[in-house]
């Protein structure tokens, strides 16, 4: 499934906006699903979204719905998470995964991770 690099992480006060990427390594991305978790300190890790192969089924959590949007560019191998009104709650490292399928919402469905990326919202 090839190597995955988050980025675009930082902090920023409650209310802004951060979009993340994930570039993908290897000639096979376009044929996996892509998602996106999050683990907070002390927490296990949390399904965020998820898009499918080809970008035309799309799946967010309950938490993030009508604030997150995920996409991805096949043709340049990356995927992207707008965060916008971003909450102290959304504190925590997001990760980028593939996975064989755009049903799944458990890390465990997803195969291959990248290091994630520190996003941190102040009150």
């Known amino acids: 499934q090839g190597q995955l690099v988050e980025s675009g992480g930082g902090l920023v006060q409650a209310g802004g906006s951060l979009r993340l990427s994930c570039a993908a390594s290897?000639?096979?991305?376009?044929?996996?699903?892509m998602g996106w978790f999050r683990q907070a300190p002390g927490k296990e890790r949390e399904f965020v979204a998820v898009i499918s192969w080809n970008g035309g089924s799309l799946y967010y959590a309950d938490s993030v719905k009508g604030r997150f949007t995920i996409s991805r560019d096949n043709a340049k191998n990356t995927g992207n998470l707008q965060m916008n009104s971003l909450k102290p709650e959304d504190t925590a490292v997001y990760y980028c995964?593939?996975?064989?399928?755009?049903?799944?919402?458990?890390?465990?469905?997803?195969?291959?991770w990248g290091q994630g990326t520190q996003v941190t919202v102040s009150s």
């Open positions: 995964a593939l996975g064989t399928t755009s049903r799944g919402r458990a890390p465990a469905d997803f195969g291959s």
């Open positions: 290897g000639r096979t991305f376009p044929t996996y699903a």
